[in-house]
T-cell receptor, first 113, second 112 residues
Framework: EAGVAQSPRYKIIEKRQSVAFWCNPISGHATLYWYQQILGQGPKLLIQFQNNGVVDDSQLPKDRFSAERLKGVDSTLKIQPAKLEDSAVYLCASSLGYGNTIYFGEGSWLTVV | QKEVEQNSGPLSVPEGAIASLNCTYS??????FFWYRQYSGKSPELIMS????GDKEDGRFTAQLNKASQYVSLLIRDSQPSDSATYLCAVFDQTGANNLFFGTGTRLTVIP
């Protein structure tokens, strides 16, 4: 079974530039998550989708971050404009649904200089 | 805001010893608890889940849960250098949203 796919794996941008990350969840997984993990910290949920609807985006900095899952499968997370403190790993994860195990992708490493 | 607390470590144990990792959580209503292992530069990998008070064993790993004390732990027996990683404690959010709250992780080093 293929895992959660993410791209790009690594990205270096200057502050105030924009970046987009893509995620393809495990086939059949209705729930998709984007987590932010800053070095030395645990992952923090940014946004959660159930199919193509947003369940929780309370921790998403909406002035600069946006995410979509238009057809209920792939998802894109965008940051514009980026700040230095956005340097982190952006982890996409998926699960079958409520109460099911959450599986993580390899992550997209962002460095903002 | 739900809190999940872990000692950040580092925790160092000799090869073959028992490593003990601890976690406390703030939400008394939490029912589901998970331990993820994260190697440096890699994504978190689920190694144990526990839902009931008591012990749950899987190979060299034992998860222990005490809901009254709001405490969950992970024991790793016969620790190997390959166990060197950061161990993340995660608590499932029961209040409708299906997501996990993570601690900051404990970094474990197993010394050969």
């Amino acid at each position: 079974e293929a895992g959660v796919a993410q791209s790009p794996r690594y990205k270096i941008i200057e502050k105030r530039q924009s970046v987009a990350f893509w995620c393809n969840p495990i086939s059949g997984h209705a729930t998709l998550y984007w987590y932010q993990q800053i070095l030395g910290q645990g992952p923090k949920l940014l946004i959660q989708f159930q199919n193509n609807g947003v369940v929780d985006d309370s921790q998403l900095p909406k002035d600069r971050f946006s995410a979509e899952r238009l057809k209920g499968v792939d998802s894109t997370l965008k940051i514009q404009p980026a700040k230095l403190e956005d340097s982190a790993v952006y982890l996409c994860a998926s699960s079958l649904g409520y109460g099911n195990t959450i599986y993580f992708g390899e992550g997209s490493w962002l460095t903002v200089v | 805001q739900k809190e999940v607390e872990q000692n950040s470590g580092p925790l160092s144990v000799p090869e073959g010893a028992i490593a003990s990792l601890n976690c406390t959580y703030s939400d008394r209503g939490s029912q589901s608890f998970f331990w993820y292992r994260q190697y440096s530069g890699k994504s978190p990998e689920l190694i144990m889940s526990i839902y009931s008070n008591g012990d749950k064993e899987d190979g060299r790993f034992t998860a222990q849960l005490n809901k009254a004390s709001q405490y969950v732990s992970l024991l790793i027996r016969d620790s190997q250098p390959s166990d060197s990683a950061t161990y993340l404690c995660a608590v499932f959010d029961q209040t409708g949203a299906n997501n996990l709250f993570f601690g900051t992780g404990t970094r474990l080093t197993v010394i050969p």
